[in-house]
């Protein structure tokens, strides 16, 4: 079935570092969302790419597609305190309801 | 802004116990969704529920596992026979529906449940 692996599993940065967690999926997906997910917290909604090489910018968050939309990155510019948590990518593949298929998530901390 | 609740937040219980969680997603999605998150790990996919009836369901959602949407409202999972294993948190979510703007799954908070 299909697999999403998600790396790193952790990053310890100083505040106002950068940060990037990479995503790949086995198989081709129709698009790949990313969640955040703060301690004791429920996965919230931050993006959802579609298009092949696709990139999308949410103030200091820049979100990649690949071009055969197999992988994705997320990175943080100038690390805030805020930004701590988990971060998830999650693909969605062409042929089901909807199922996400959520990676191992990278935690980050982000030391003041 | 329309949010998804679940009921109740944390939930005890003993192994060979009937659980019966509780989700009331976003009132105009179609689209339904139980994911689990063991402590420290992912998040898996358990099941996908559309036009009431199952659509999709993982490896996890085995035979003591059912969902069921009562109402217009709730939808619910129910673990016949709780074994240690099935402790984790539990994600509700919901969509709208399939065309790409549609396509963000809303999470509840979620139920920790707890199989002693």
């Known amino acids: 079935g299909q697999q999403v692996m998600q790396i790193p599993q952790y990053q310890h940065v100083q505040e106002g570092e950068d940060f990037t967690t990479y995503c790949n999926s086995s198989t081709t997906l129709s698009n790949i969302q990313w969640y955040k997910q703060r301690p004791g917290g429920h996965p919230v909604f931050l993006i959802q790419?579609?298009?092949?090489?696709e990139v999308k910018k949410q103030k200091r968050l820049t979100f990649q597609f690949g071009e055969a939309k197999k992988n994705s990155s997320l990175h943080i510019t100038a690390t805030q305190t805020t930004d701590v948590g988990t971060y998830f990518c999650?693909?969605?593949?062409?042929?089901?309801?909807?199922?996400?298929?959520f990676g191992q998530g990278t935690i980050l901390t982000v030391h003041p | 802004e329309p949010e998804v609740t679940q009921t109740p937040s944390h939930q005890v219980t003993q192994m060979g116990q009937e659980v019966i969680l509780r989700c009331v997603p976003i009132s105009n999605h179609l689209y339904f969704y139980w994911y689990r998150q063991i402590l420290g790990q992912k998040v898996e996919f358990l099941v996908s529920f559309y036009n009431n009836e199952i659509s999709e369901k993982s490896e996890i959602f085995d035979d003591q596992f059912s969902v069921e949407r009562p109402d217009g409202s709730n939808f619910t999972l129910k673990i016949r026979s709780t074994k240690l294993e099935d402790s984790a948190m539990y994600f509700c979510a919901s969509k709208r529906g399939r065309t790409s703007h549609q396509e963000t799954q809303y999470f509840g908070p979620g139920t920790r449940l707890l199989v002693l």
């Open positions: 790419l579609v298009k092949s090489g």
């Open positions: 999650a693909g969605l593949g062409g042929t089901s309801y909807g199922k996400l298929t």
